[in-house]
Every structure is written in C-alpha cells, then in structure tokens.
C-alpha cells in the first residue's frame, strides 16, 4: 500500500497542473488565514476599545440617582474569539452589541452582516469556508479518475498482476487524495497557531484537536467514496458527475431542505406572539413605577410589617428601591420562562438538525466545526445568557443602593456617589470551556465516525465486484 | 507450461472460447492468429485469471488459475498491445514501482541491468517515459516482466504498430526469453511476425482453435494463404 501512496504523491509533486493548482490554493488558504487572524484581532481591539469606553462612562458618573441609573445602562460587547478566525459561524449575523438596562431585557444588535457592503451567500473568505466548501472539491477532482484511469490504461491489471490487491489499490488511492486533504488542513492550523502561537490555551488546542478529526473524518468520507465511485463506475465522468452531485445535495440542498424541517418541527414563536405573550405575562406581575399597583400594595403591607412601621415614610429604607427590584425579579422569572421556552425549541431543532447527519456528513462537519470554533448558536446562547445573568447583577446592585443606600421612601432626587458606581462590576464573559459543551457534538462526531466506517465496509465488500476486465 | 483443457466461454449467451485444448511448454513460443473477436484476449484473461472459464481447466505450470489465481499471477509476465506506464515517472522508476509492488527489492545497478537485456538503451532509463516510444514502453514491460522472473510471458499483440526495427529488437527479445526456458503465448494478427517468433502457431476463428501447427512446417507465404482460408470459409 505504501508503495502505492508512494507513487501517487509522485504524481502529485511532478504534475505541472496540480503543482500549479496547489500552490495557489495555498495562497488563497494562507490569505484566508492571515485575513481571519487579522479580522478577529481587529475586531478585539474594536471590541476591547468600546468596552473601556463604555465603562469609563459608567465609572465617570460622579453623582447620579441609581434606580436613573438603570435606565441609564450600559453596553456589553460580545468579545471577538480567536477561534473564530477558522469558522466564524453563526457570529456575523447574531449582533454583538447589547445594550444592558432596568425593566427590560433588550436584543443584540450591530450584526456584521447588516454592516457588509456585499453579503455573498457563503459569507467572509474564512478557512472554514475553504476547508469545507473548496478542499471537497479539490479532492473530488484528484480522486474522480484515479481508478478509472489505472483500469483504462490497462494497468489495473498491470497493478493486479504484480500482487496488489484491489482492494489495496482502492485503499491507498483513497489514503493518498485524503493526505492531500490533511496537508492542506495541517497547513491551515500549522500557520493559525504560529500566528497566534501566546494566545493559545489549553482549551483552544483541544477545540482545535477536536476541529481537525472532524474535517479528517470528512474528507475521508470525500476522498473514499469518490475513489470507490472511480473503481466501480465504467468511466471517469460518470465518477465525477456522481460525485459532484453528491456535492452539490450535501452542501447546498439538503443544509436547507433539513434546516427549515427542524424549524418546522420545532417552531419558534412569531415575534409578534413572542412579544405579545411576554407583554401580557408581564402585566400580570408587578409594576415598579406605580405606587398603586395592587401587588406593590400587598409587598408594601409586607414590608411594613417586617419593619413594624405603619407607614412608607418610617421605613429605615427606602421602599422604591424594594419595589423596583420586585419589578425586576418578577421579569426575570417572566423571561426565564419565554426565552427558556426558546432556548429548548433551539435546542431541540438544533438536535432534529444534527440527526441530518445521518443522511449528510456535511451537516455533521458544519456542526462540529462551528461548535468546536465556538461560533455556532449554542455558543451566542451561552453568551446571551451570560449577559442575562450580569443584567440581573447589575440591575440588582443599583436597586439595593436604591433601597439601603440611605435614602428615604419618594426621594427620587438622592444620588449616590461615584465610589459607589465604580464599585459595580463589569460585564467578564467566561468563554465555555469545551469539556462543559462536549456532548453537545459527540453526535456529530459519532455520526462522522460511522459513515467513515460504513463507507470502509462498502469499499471492502463492493471492490470483490470491481471488474480489472 | 500453459495448458488449457476444453476450455468455454461465454458473455451474455454469445460463445467467445469453445472446446478449446491448447498446451504451450516450457521454452516454447506459441503464437495464437486470429481475427477480431476471435477469442484471442478471452483466452488471454482466463490465463491470467481474470475471467474464469465457464467449463474447462485453465493451468499455468499446474496450478489452476480460476482457483489460485493468485498463485499463478505470481508466474505470469503479461505484455499488452499497449503499455502504458506512469508518464511522470522514467522508465527506471517504473521498473523499480512494479518490483516493489510484486515484493522485489532491487538495486539501481540491477534494474538497469533489467532494462538493457529488454533492450532499452542506458541513455533513456532516466528519461520520463511520457517521451519513449511504443517499442521502448514494451522493453519496460517485458523488463518488469522479466525482473519478476515470470515462468510464463502472455502478450496480447505486442508488434502491434512497431516499426520494423522495433518489430525485429521484440522478436529476438522474445527467442531470447524462450531459449532461457520461458513459456510464451503470443496473440497476434501479425502472420508474418507469428511465423518468424514461434515455434507453434493457432489459428483461432470465433472462439474455436481450428488449426495448429508447427512454424517450421510452413512458409510465411503458406501460412497466410491458410489463415485466409479460414477467415474466409
């Protein structure tokens, strides 16, 4: 077999073409590279500027009313991810910038693609985009003929009659157009981790371990059925045409076909519903800004009976701040259940999605190289939740000052002082660990997994059919 | 030895080989005449074992090729009309890839050996074999062939479109292995050249050997007036 790879590769290095071919596809991967490296950098120092100017906004307020202060807000920005230089995923069209207040949870805005003078259907020139789209291609085009060829040349059975196996012609050709594939892939992380060689960790390593097997495992799928479809078919084109037909149903029809059945089977509320449902979940509860609601009545009589006060102006407190905050939390419990609603509808079209693999490894590939890039919806989830739970710190800090900072019940003109609104914390996204997300992908891995062994058992059984005349 | 013993073949219910007895031996040159579709390449397959005759023995020095088809390859050296080598790679290289495939390890010194007994000049061995000629491919072939050390040469008309001179170096090749004890079954269309290489000649129309007899038996003149006779009848 090595004898075979051997002379392949041979073939690779002295062919003029493909040498030429070759070495401008590298260009074009190195450009990739070097242009994700540079956007991703690009948009941390973007993103590290907004966020030291918005907080030296929020530290600036020398003396302000907290509960104003709330309304005031702040901005969190969501941080750009070395990892997304190799796939960026779902991030140029989720937003990154969310504005962060009392009373309201608001959505992410500024999506780059908004922002893009030419939105192209495949998105920015990324080496995901090449690695999953183009390489495919590259090795479609290698391994179309290379059993064809040997059979009508007439040294299959050259090949045959000197001891090799068909089944070791098949194998190594395969083996041989899939080395092409992981040089290139190689190629790709070797210049990302030189490029960003102090930056790497421990978990962007094991991300991009993880990132590398599952593009192994796809262009192996790639390179064995184009090479089996070259031994069985009578002639080249029929091998090519088949194969570029597969191509097109994996990474154009089917990602569609499989996506809006997910949604289909899962849908999502309506904005409209959505909102109109969260609107009227959220007249039920409590309104902070009216005295006379009738639940502030009822927290009210509670509290001055904690205190065993008769009226708001006894109070030690301030009862504003209380109710404010009741307000909040009453929200909070309001949008944990519609955006936890949400998140399991994604959830589950994110898993009907995910079982399309089973028909289409791309979609497996497409999965697991956002998932491992941390770019894909899981990911943004993760972070909204985040910033979620930062709000509810954020708005909870202002309230209590609100409440205990010593100001009295009406006092709407009482301002705390800076040291207090510095002493807030700032928004620190914690980037999900890969181990936590793991079995979020091992379907995709496994699915991979099973149709590079699938395809083996194919190759093995169909080559004792496979006519050297 | 080669021998086949009332060998038949068919493809989709059309006979392409009937009854056929034939028994090449050892040092002897059996030249097979015919016509297309005459049953020329068939036989030549099912002696390389891959096709397996309907009814009918096939066997290469005594072991039968339909189930040892492995065995039997291993002492077979097969010359197409046309071999075609890898273009990318000189004719050295070529040697050597189809040693190593075959297990045979070699020095560079012992492969051009190969080569320059085949016929093939020192100054080419290194030279891509895109740029050789129908006759300097076939002396790689026979070379692979013969580094093998194959009992056995099969070649399915191998002075198809060689210039005499070629045409002429290929015959001698041939006596050559022949004298050395090589077993050589040569099907071709080529009257004249059939005549002049071997020691026994085999006519064969449409899958039936009809005739058979020996080179020395007969004129070049001769044997063409009979082939066409055949053709003919």
Sequence with gaps: MLQIIKNEWRFLIRSRIFLGISIAFISILLLSVFLGNY????????????????????VSIDEMNPHSAAHYGTYVFKPANLLNSLDEGVNSVTGNVLRVEGHVQNEIMHSEASQMQAISRFGKLKPSLLLQYIVPLLLIFLAFNSVSNEKQSGRLKLLVLQGAKPLQIILSKTLSVWLYGMMLLIFVLLVYS???????????????????????????????????????????????TSMLGIWIIWTIFLPNILMSSAEKWHPLPSRNQFQSAMKEDRSKGL????????????????????????????????????????????????????????????????????????????????????GFMASDNLHHQEFLLQVENYRRVFIKTLNDKQTFGGSKTGNWRWKADNTFFKSVPDFVYKPTQVSIILSNYLLDLALLIIWSIIITVVIYFGTKKIQIV | MIQLQNVSKSFKGNLAI??????????????????????????????????NPDSGAVHINDIDTSHNSEETRKLIGYIPENVN?????????????????????????????????????????????????KGMRQKVGIAIAYAKKAKVYLLDEPASGLDPLASNELSILLKKLASEGATIL?????????????NRIGILKNGILVKELY?????ANELEALYLQFMQN
């Design chain 2, 215 to 219: 080179s020395k038996d007969v004129s």
């Design chain 1, 39 to 58: 956007q991703t950098r690009k948009q941390e120092q973007t993103h590290k500027s907004a966020k030291d100017h918005v907080r030296q906004q929020w």
């Design chain 1, 194 to 240: 030189i490029l960003n060689f102090q930056s790497l960790t421990i978990d962007i390593l094991t991300r991009t371990g993880l990132f590398f097997l599952s593009y192994t495992l796809y262009y192996f799928i790639i390179s064995a059925i184009t090479v089996y479809f070259s031994a069985r078919w009578q002639n080249a084109t029929l091998a090519l």
């Design chain 2, 18 to 51: 009937q009854n056929l007895n034939l028994e090449v031996q050892k040092g002897e040159i059996l030249g097979l005449l015919g016509a297309n579709g005459a049953g020329k390449s068939t036989t030549i397959n099912m002696l390389l074992g891959f096709l």
């Design chain 2, 85 to 133: 080598l890898y273009p990318y790679l000189s004719g050295l290289e070529n040697l050597d890839y189809f040693c190593k495939l075959a297990g045979l390890k070699y020095s560079k010194d012992e492969l051009e050996n190969y080569l320059e007994i085949c016929g093939l000049e020192n100054k080419v061995h290194v030279k891509k074999v895109s740029g050789y000629s």
């Design chain 2, 186 to 198: 040569m099907a071709s269309h080529d009257i004249f050249r059939v005549r002049e290489v071997c």
């Design chain 1, 287 to 370: 309104d902070g800004h009216n005295p006379s609601d009738k639940r502030a009545i009822a927290l009210k009589e509670k509290v001055l009976k904690e205190y065993g006060v008769d009226s708001l102006s006894q109070l030690p407190i301030n009862f504003d701040g209380m109710r404010m905050q009741a307000d909040e939390e009453y929200g909070n419990s309001v949008w944990d259940k519609h955006f936890g609603n949400n998140r399991k509808i994604l959830r589950k079209q994110k898993q009907s999605f995910q079982l399309g693999g089973i028909v289409n490894p791309f979609i497996s590939l497409q999965n697991s190289s956002m």
